[in-house]
């Protein structure tokens, strides 16, 4: 065999043997999770335990990042559970708005929620009557759309009768209904009407079969409770997970997932009972898993999460299943969930005039993170593109649910709310620090010493110059 090779002669000597270089292993391989010491390609006994324990902490850091959004609903039942929203027929609403008592992703301060779990298990197939002139939302328990109900539903605004038929539910389907299959037996509800409260009340929810005669149903109002509905970040997320995997049907979840709880115990029909050592590594896979899921929510490096200068967009790709070109954006998919409830196709490709859009930044002009020792001034220039109203909501940056301060259970500034004072060229400049500036106390929102905060900027029915950037945010500057 010649030393350059041929066509018809395979590989030569020099090149076999840098084959066989390629796919072989060292003897010792440094790596994160220790020293791996092999013996021609086999491991050695401490190199067993060192590689075990590495996969299992991988697996359950992908395991965090992948299933915050299953996590998120277990945390929201229970939250919704320990204020009495106990059956799909009581409805939690926030009369008169949300506000900071309670631990929960982002709600805006300016919006009436309704909010309730249908529990299909058992109730079978449930029936939603929505309000006219609504915005009304169904995911299910691994927080996946399934319907839209109102004015970005079927029925156009004009109210209607929504059927939810249970997993493998193969009866006879009823006329008169928008139906829909769902793949889990638990779907978070979440209710919006224009109308407010009034016109929230008029929802009703029943099983199917007591379409001829339903219950009246019981609201009670979350504005009053103290809950939380936030998700663990400790070796609790996977307990939480836990519930669902062993509620829910093994087809609900695609099997890569399914794969990779499996992995770490976590299988449909058996108990999650991890022994210490695995409870250990679990314990540590939260911790870190939770660090990477900040830094993708609050440091983003999707170029389709940047908006411009420090502003991000907090749903990547115009995708409500959070797929570009048939690839699924995991980071997207961590960031919006890690940050924010509700998935629908009407949040993730806002239209002109119609929804919603969003902006966050965690920095100020000088691309430091924000410090709730200093004062800032956002300047919002004049004419800003809503059609309706826009408002700065301001969060905790722990939490990720409003920011609990001693001068308001609501820390946000909106421009419907006929307090805030406008400069003579119809521009607004808006404060946030520990310390009102004097005569601007209405532009103001109270930080915490101490603490770093971060905040949403809604317009709500955004215009041409929002989507085409004739119109822009400015930053946050510091004042000290």
């Not at 292993?25 to 190199?47: A, K």
């Not at 067993?48 to 299933?67: P, Q």
């Not at 954006?329 to 005039?353: C, E, I, K, N, S």
């Not at 915490?448 to 500057?477: A, H």
Request: one cysteine or more; proline letters at 8%.
């Amino acid at each position: 065999m010649s030393g350059a090779g041929t066509a018809d002669s395979g590989l030569s000597t020099d090149e076999l043997r840098k084959a066989i270089a390629s796919l072989s292993s060292p003897d010792m391989v440094e790596s994160p999770f220790g020293r791996l010491d092999f013996f021609d390609g086999l491991p050695r006994p401490s190199t067993v335990s060192t590689a075990y324990d590495a996969l299992d902490l991988m697996r359950g850091i992908e395991v965090f990042l992948n299933a915050v959004p299953g996590a998120s609903l277990v945390a929201m039942r229970r939250g919704l559970r320990s204020a009495g929203i106990t059956s799909p027929g009581i409805i939690g609403i926030t009369d008169p708005r949300a506000n900071s008592n309670s631990l929960f992703l982002t709600p805006n301060t300016e919006t009436t929620y309704g909010t309730t779990f249908l529990d299909l298990k058992a109730w079978g197939p449930t029936v939603i009557d929505a309000p006219a002139e609504s915005l009304c939302v169904v995911d299910d328990f691994w927080f996946r759309y399934v319907a839209d109900m109102g004015i970005a539903g079927p029925d156009r605004g004009l109210g209607g009768k929504y059927l939810f038929l249970p997993p493998g539910y193969d009866g006879k389907v009823p006329h008169g209904y928008y139906s829909y299959h769902c793949p889990t037996y638990s779907n978070w509800v979440v209710l919006r009407a224009l109308g407010g409260v009034p016109a929230m009340k008029q929802t009703r929810i029943y099983p199917l079969s007591r379409a001829g005669a339903p219950e009246d149903n019981q609201f009670v109002n979350l504005a009053d409770e103290i809950m939380n509905t936030v998700h663990g970040n400790d070796f609790s997320f996977f307990e939480e997970l836990a519930e669902l995997v062993q509620e829910e049907p093994v087809e609900a979840l695609d099997p890569e997932r399914a794969g990779q709880l499996a992995a770490i115990g976590l299988v449909s029909g058996q108990p999650f009972a991890p022994d210490a050592r695995m409870r250990g590594i679990l314990s540590r896979a939260a911790e870190i898993g939770a660090g990477l899921a900040r830094t993708i929510a609050f440091a983003p490096r999707d170029p389709g999460a940047e908006l411009y200068g420090s502003w991000k967009n907090a749903f990547v790709g115009g995708s409500h299943e959070f797929l570009r070109d048939g690839a699924r954006l995991l980071d997207a998919r961590t960031q919006f969930h890690y940050l924010a409830t509700v998935v629908t196709p009407a949040m993730a490709h806002a239209r002109v005039g119609a929804g919603s859009a969003y902006a966050y930044t965690v920095h100020d002009s000088n691309g430091d993170l924000l410090d709730g020792s200093r004062n800032y001034r956002l300047h919002v220039d004049p004419n800003p593109p809503a059609k309706n109203f826009w408002a700065v909501d301001v969060y905790d940056s722990q939490t990720r649910s409003l920011l609990q301060v001693p001068s308001t259970i609501w820390p946000a500034l909106a421009s419907n709310t006929g307090t805030l004072q406008a400069n003579d060229d119809g521009s607004y400049d808006l404060y946030f620090g520990p310390t009102a500036p004097q005569g601007k106390e209405s532009n103001w929102v109270e930080t915490v010493p101490g603490k770093s905060w971060f905040q949403l900027f809604r317009l709500y029915g955004p215009l041409q110059p929002w989507f085409d950037q004739t119109w822009r945010l400015n930053e946050f500057v510091p004042l000290d």
